[in-house]
């Protein structure tokens, strides 16, 4: 279990490093990273690129996040702690995502991955964490406190409605760093200076 585990986390942490939306701006002639926000996520890439390219890149976004976990459920033979190592295996693209490798360790904020791990996870805590972040975003206009909202409630979602216990402490870590990652956003919202996507402004 232990060799399979380390062989699956690393591969995990691979994939969630795959910069996908700065691929798809090296694709077409940009660097999305000198644009805009300057974040290689979705959003960024949205506003940058275009729907297109950036609803690509959040599938994409999403895809290794779910895939990693997928994997792990598949490969990870049965034993004690087994649901807790596909957990972290999650956690692992996760922090592949904010933290790749392939672009010293500067990455994105790991909201669109995080959704992909909770998917498998709890696809009803995602419908819920869905539904809290549209209705953040369309009060407040800010898609930063749609994500903070919705990644701080899932993991209590999947608490609430019976998940594993065993991927919980991997949830909670994910939610905190997301949190983390978003510190310049929580700032600026404390200050009133966070931008809203209602006028045409960066997140």
Same mark, same amino acid.
């Given at each position: 279990?232990?060799?399979t585990?380390?062989?699956v ?5 691979? *994939?969630?490093?795959?910069?996908? /939306?700065l ?9 999305v $990273? ?10 960024n ?5 275009g729907?297109?390219l950036? *609803? ?9 996040? %779910? ?9 990870l =033979?049965? /034993?004690?702690n $087994?649901? %807790? ?10 922090i592949?995502h ?7 360790f $500067?990455g &994105?904020?790991?909201?669109? !991955?995080?959704?992909g ?11 819920? &964490?869905?539904?809290v ?5 369309a009060?407040?206009g %800010?898609?930063?406190?749609?994500s903070?909202?919705?990644a701080?409630? *899932? =993991? ?11 991927i919980l402490?991997?949830? %909670?870590?994910?939610?905190v ?7 310049s956003?929580? &700032?600026?919202l404390?200050?009133?200076?966070? !931008?809203s996507?209602? !006028?045409?402004?960066? =997140?």
């Amino acid at each position: 279990m232990a060799i399979t585990f380390l062989a699956v986390f690393f591969l995990s942490y691979l *994939i969630g490093a795959i910069p996908f /939306g700065l691929l798809f701006s090296r694709a077409v002639g940009k660097d999305v $990273r000198r644009e805009g926000s300057g974040n290689i996520g979705a959003t960024n890439v949205n506003r940058v690129l275009g729907k297109k390219l950036g *609803i690509l890149t959040l599938l994409c976004d999403v895809a290794k996040g %779910f895939l990693p976990v997928f994997l792990a459920s598949i490969l990870l =033979p049965q /034993g004690e702690n $087994r649901e %807790f190592f596909i957990g972290l295996c999650g956690l692992a693209a996760v922090i592949g995502h904010m933290f790749p490798l392939y672009l010293g360790f $500067r990455g &994105g904020k790991g909201v669109a !991955t995080a959704l992909g791990v909770f998917l498998c996870f709890s696809p009803w805590s995602i419908l819920i &964490g869905l539904f809290v972040f549209l209705a953040v975003v369309a009060v407040t206009g %800010f898609v930063s406190a749609g994500s903070l909202a919705a990644a701080g409630l *899932i =993991p209590f979602c999947i608490w609430f409605l019976g998940g594993n216990t065993s991927i919980l402490l991997p949830a %909670f870590v994910i939610a905190v760093l997301i949190w983390i990652k978003h510190s310049s956003n929580i &700032g600026r919202l404390v200050r009133g200076e966070e !931008t809203s996507w209602k !006028t045409k402004s960066s =997140p």
